[in-house]
């Protein structure tokens, strides 16, 4: 495995435990919670916003380590209908595809961000373009997680033994 393929699965590594302790962090405020409305009576409503706000930074940065790590909805049985000389080629659409869909929510996504700047969100007093933020942002550190698994499929690609047993 060359450096930039070590690299990649580092950064990718790095993304997918950020996401993880997201989770974490999105739990223990709904839990919170759930305590504050039914336990005390009187319900903390910034955890609300503030779960949504991490769930959504979490959906967004795992992308690129599912993707890269395959957890994504595979398309196997339309590839499996193809002839393997065929198969490639599907697989560099989808690739191209995804790029394009990552593309877009980049561009939209920061503009997005930038025309939401001035508004606030209720609960914490802070720009909801923070919120809007991981849409270009997650979808930015989903690219190399994206290449790699292309790069990784061309490979594969070539040299089928290596995917044997």
């Known amino acids: 495995m060359n450096n930039i393929a070590r690299l ?3 950064f990718v590594g790095y993304i ?3 996401s993880a302790i997201l989770l974490a962090i999105a739990s223990v405020l709904v839990f919170y919670q759930v ?3 039914f336990v005390i009576g009187h ?3 910034w955890t609300e916003v503030l779960a949504r706000a991490v769930i959504i930074w979490m959906v967004f940065l795992v992308c690129g380590p599912a993707i890269r790590l ?6 196997d049985v339309l590839r499996a209908m193809l002839p393997k000389a065929l198969q490639i080629w599907l697989i560099r659409f989808v690739f191209a595809a995804t790029l394009l869909v ?3 929510l ?3 996504g920061y503009k997005m961000t930038l025309r939401v700047m001035d508004q606030q969100v209720a ?3 802070v720009s909801v373009a923070w919120f809007y933020a991981a849409l270009p942002i997650g979808s930015a550190l989903a690219l190399p997680g994206v290449l790699h698994a292309l790069i990784e499929a061309e490979s594969q690609h070539r040299n089928p033994e290596e995917d044997a047993p």
């Open 102 to 104: 990552l593309g877009v």
């Open 16 to 18: 997918h435990n950020l």
């Open 8 to 10: 990649s699965d580092r």
């Open 43 to 45: 319900s903390a409503t």
């Open 35 to 37: 305590i504050t409305r």
């Open 106 to 108: 980049i561009w939209f």
């Open 70 to 75: 395959g957890r994504m909805i595979p398309i």
């Open 123 to 125: 609960m914490l007093n």
